[in-house]
């Protein structure tokens, strides 16, 4: 069942945010690149107070976790970002599977 994620970072700005992308190889403005397996869907940006929120679906927690642990550390650190996130909020933070997920109609 598809896994929810949500990611808060302080501190984490665009120049960042596109460094960490360019080290895992992807290209956020013609979105090529190589994506992970099991990446449903990614979305992120600034939030009012100017906390970075990145939010994605996973196809599973394991592609999530795997993803996690092979390349997005390594990523994190090679584009500045020292501080922890504020998460993962997610199914490991009580909230049900995407696959329940329901949005307006």
Known sequence: MAEALILEFAGLGEAEYAAVNKHLGIDMQTGQGDWPAGLLSH????AEEGTFIVAEVWSSRADQDAFM???????????????????????????????????PA
């Not at 979305?43 to 600034?46: D, K």
Request: net charge positive; aromatic share 0%; glycine share 24%.
């Open 43 to 46: 979305a992120a940006g600034t």
């Open 69 to 103: 642990s092979s390349r997005l550390g390594a990523a994190l650190e090679a584009g500045g970002v020292t501080a922890p996130p504020r998460g993962p909020l997610g199914a490991a933070a009580g909230l049900p599977p995407a696959g329940r997920l329901t949005g």
